[in-house]
């Protein structure tokens, strides 16, 4: 651990002995709950790009984008080894077929690890069978990412999530029965939460033993539901005092082990209505350990037995 919290960085460090990247795969793929789904529309914060903010276009191939992104890192940041990350909507809802090949063309050179994010109720295993095969072939760690972004049911109810707490300890449970990787994204400072909501949602993913967690602020992205709930009262968006208390208390009352990919996320000013509210996310970050350190908190302190 870092002084206040597992970093990605530091995890990434230790068990790869060099820096590693992460480069973002656009599938041609959308969401069955935006386009199948009885309650329809998807997720009340859903944009139209699916959280593809930093994404190349996906009419170039996956070898043509890991090979562009790949470039830029290495140029940038000096990295040697990279994490294949197909990020947009729901990468398992393509046919199985052309998922597999998909993740197979990004296998290759300096490539160490798939990650792929997902719905809690999209974890297939003719899925997950194309994702071991490829790990046995290739060597390559697979990084499983599931949308949680709340247990409370009543507020999963109120995004519009389509899936239940149950569905997503389910996948969890499959997706650590294959030995890959598995990272809850959360976000702490929805307005339907309370306090003790965020330390029910540390115990629970730290009880179901999740390897790491991306924690978020709630975005208004242009064009959703949310906007329009924003936009006519609606909602009340919480502070961004609130989101660091609820991140602190939230990392204090989490697992040790669990790696910290993100302790909070950025979306760029153009497609949003409000995102980290209007500040740089890492004056966020740093404001959250600042205040780690004047209270003496450390991830997993606040835990009863850790
Ligand atoms: S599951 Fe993800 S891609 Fe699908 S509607 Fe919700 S946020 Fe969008």
Known sequence: MDDLYL??????????????????????????????????G?????????AAFENLANSLSVTE???????FVRRKYKAQKFIAYFQTYTSTYLPVEKFKAFVE?????????????????????????????????????IDIELGLQTTNEQTLQRLNRGHTLADFLDAARRVQQRG???C??????????????????????SGAEVDQVKLHSLYV?????????????????????DYVARAVAFLGHLAPRIVIQRIIGRAPAEDTLIANWHTSWW????????????????QGSLRAET
């Open 65 to 71: 984008q890991i090979r562009t992104n790949m470039a």
């Open 221 to 241: 992205v242009k064009g959703t539901a949310l906007a329009r709930m924003y936009q006519t009262g609606q909602v009340q968006l919480l502070t961004m005092e």
């Open 184 to 205: 809850a994204h959360l976000i702490l400072d929805l307005p339907w939460d309370t306090m003790e909501d965020v330390l029910n949602t540390a115990r629970i993913v």
């Open 283 to 298: 004056k966020v970050r740093d404001l959250i350990e600042d205040t780690m350190r004047e209270r003496g908190i450390i």
């Open 180 to 182: 890959f990787t598995l």
């Open 42 to 50: 998807g997720c009340i914060f859903c944009g139209v790009k699916g």
């Open 105 to 141: 063309e990004a296998c290759g050179q300096d490539i160490v690890s798939v990650a792929v994010s997902t719905r809690p109720d999209c974890i297939q295993e003719p899925y997950l069978d194309v994702l071991s095969a490829l790990q046995a072939k290739y060597g390559v760690d």
């Open 7 to 40: 970093t990605y960085a530091a995890y990434l460090q230790k068990k790869y002995g060099t820096k590693v990247y992460k480069l973002p795969v656009n599938l041609p793929v959308s969401c069955p709950h935006r386009d199948e789904s009885p309650e329809g």
